[in-house]
């Protein structure tokens, strides 16, 4: 399973480990499990699995982290482009996003909604919708039908809730995922 992310500041990839830590708890070593930066993957990396957990922080006033963004770091702006045209069907995808609520209260995690899009529209299934109980926000492009898109993490007001909320987020995606998974032995 390939968990790639896109990160400025790097907390994006402490989560991504993280995760890949605990799906390596949970399924064992018989589920190859690999963080990786879309600053060094290419399209052909991504392709290589049917289970993905994608993560994004959001940058500017609610958009995807790259540098025409005002990030440092190249990050999902100039990867997305990379998988133009590319085809997810029979895919799974779920996503985590990044932000701040207290600061950003009207572009709450407005990102993981740019991936969420993209991939759909590549044809993935994507999972991993979660309940707005919890947060401090006032609006966020990220929330469907009352629930996020994906899973919502915010590192500065409510760390100490991550843990739990990967927990039971994973509870519900990482069976879905494992499901449509390879064996090791076929995933680059
Ligand atoms: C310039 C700047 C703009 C930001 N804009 C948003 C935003 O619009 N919405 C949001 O939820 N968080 C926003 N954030 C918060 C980041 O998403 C958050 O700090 C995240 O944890 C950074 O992840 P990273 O360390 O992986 O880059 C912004 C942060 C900075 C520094």
Known sequence: ????????????????????????????????????????????????????????????EGVLPGIANGTDEAAWLEFLPKLAGKDFTGKRIALYGLGDQETYPTHFCDAMMDLHRFFSDAGAELLGATGTEGYEFRRSRAVVDGRFVG???????????????IDAWLDQVLPLLLEVCEAPAAEV
């Open 151 to 165: 899973l919502a993490l915010d590192q500065h007001l409510q760390h100490l809730l991550t843990d739990e909320r």
């Open 1 to 60: 399973m390939l968990v790639p992310f896109g990160t400025d500041s790097g907390t994006t990839r402490l989560i991504a480990k993280k995760i890949a830590k605990q799906i390596k708890a949970r399924a064992g070593d018989g589920v190859a499990t690999k963080p990786v930066n879309v600053n060094r993957a290419s399209a052909e990396d991504l392709l290589g699995y049917r289970a993905l957990i994608l993560g994004t922080p959001t940058y500017g």
